[in-house]
C-alpha cells in the first residue's frame, strides 16, 4: 500500500509592519522598503467607510459602526498578508486602529461605554486570530514637525487636522509603543534620520533591519 504524503505548509513571507502617526512618514519608509528589501507592499484598505459621511455629521452615534468597518478591513489585509508567500510590509497595523484611534474616541467621549466594551472585545478576539509582524519599525517625530510636512504635502482632507488632535495620537502611539511585545522592534526619529536623502543614514538603516530580520 502506497502511504499518502503529509501535506506541507506552504512558505510564508514575514511580515514588516510600519507604524506611527499621520505625516510621520510611513508611506515614504514602505516605499523605501520595497525599494531596498524588495517586499510587497500593502497600503491603508481602498474600500470608502460608508459610514464617513455619517460619523462626520454626528461622531457619537456613528463612531462604533464606522470603527468597526476599519478595524474589519484591516483585520482581512492582515489575512492577505499572512498568505504572502513573499515578504511584505504594512503601512499603518489593526494595533493602531484599535489601540489608538478608537481609543482616542473613547477617551474624548466620542464613543460611549458600551460601544468601547463591544468593540474591545471584538479587537481583542480578532486579533488573537493574527500572526504578529516579525518586525514593527515604529516612526516618531515632534507633533511640530508633523504639522508642517501635513501643510507641505497638501493633501486636503488632512489639512484640517488640528493640534491638539495630533498630540493626542502621539500620547497615545507612545502608550502603545511602551506596553507592545508581541515582536521585534525598531524605532527610528524621522526628523533626525533621513534615510531618503543621506547615504549614510540610508546604509545604517539597511544594516538594522537587515539584522533584526535575520
Known sequence: MTQASSPTNPPQGRIIAVAGNIGVGKSSLVEWLRQHFDVVPFFEPN??????????????????????????????????????????????????????FATHLHRSGIMDERDWQVYTELYHTLRRELRPPDLLVYLRCPVEVLRKRIRQRGRAFEQSVARPYLKALDKLYAEWFERYDLSPTLVIDTHHLDYVQNLFDRQELVERVRTLLA
Open 47 to 100: 474600500e470608502d467607510n460608508p459610514y464617513l459621511p455619517n460619523f462626520y455629521q454626528d461622531m457619537p452615534r456613528w463612531a462604533f459602526q464606522s470603527q468597526v468597518f476599519f478595524l474589519i478591513r484591516r483585520f482581512r489585509l492582515h489575512r492577505a498578508m499572512e498568505n504572502e508567500s513573499h515578504d511584505v510590509v504594512q503601512d499603518r497595523t489593526i494595533y493602531e486602529d484599535a489601540e489608538v
